[in-house]
């Protein structure tokens, strides 16, 4: 199973940057695909995840109506598209796949240890 996040770079405050995740290597069905932000200072930090089976989609608080998570099945993508980026959004982002719970989608997809399969991570950059 393998997760690729892409798309990184740098770029300025209030810019824009659509980060993708290539999903390959077994059925997703029944799973989720979150996205994640790391920094040499914080944990993962959870930004969003997408069920791959339905149109379920949760946010963090603090990226919530800036930040829109899509996929595309046909094409085993998933997309993170970022605007109004601050220098706060700087960070590794990571995309990661996890089995969903029997509580539903939204129980597990902001615990990091829950999900089963991660990728390689992408930097972002904001200046001001």
């Known amino acids: 199973v393998q997760l690729q996040a892409s798309g990184g770079g740098s770029v300025q405050a209030g810019d824009s940057l659509t980060l993708s995740c290539a999903v390959s290597?077994?059925?997703?069905?029944?799973?989720?695909v979150g996205w994640f932000r790391q920094t040499p200072e914080m944990a993962r930090d959870f930004v969003g995840a997408?069920?791959?089976?339905?149109?379920?989609?949760v946010y963090a608080d603090s990226v919530e109506g800036r930040f829109t998570i899509s996929k595309n099945n046909a094409k085993n993508m998933v997309y993170l598209q970022m605007t109004s980026l601050k220098p706060e959004d700087t960070a590794v982002y990571l995309c990661?796949?996890?089995?969903?719970?029997?509580?539903?989608?939204?129980?597990?997809?902001?615990?990091?240890?829950?999900?089963?399969?991660w990728g390689q991570g992408t930097l972002v950059t904001v200046s001001s």
């Open positions: 290597g077994r059925s997703f069905s029944g799973y989720l």
């Open positions: 990661a796949a996890q089995r969903i719970v029997a509580g539903g989608f939204r129980t597990g997809a902001g615990i990091p240890g829950w999900y089963d399969y």
């Open positions: 997408i069920a791959w089976s339905g149109e379920d989609v």
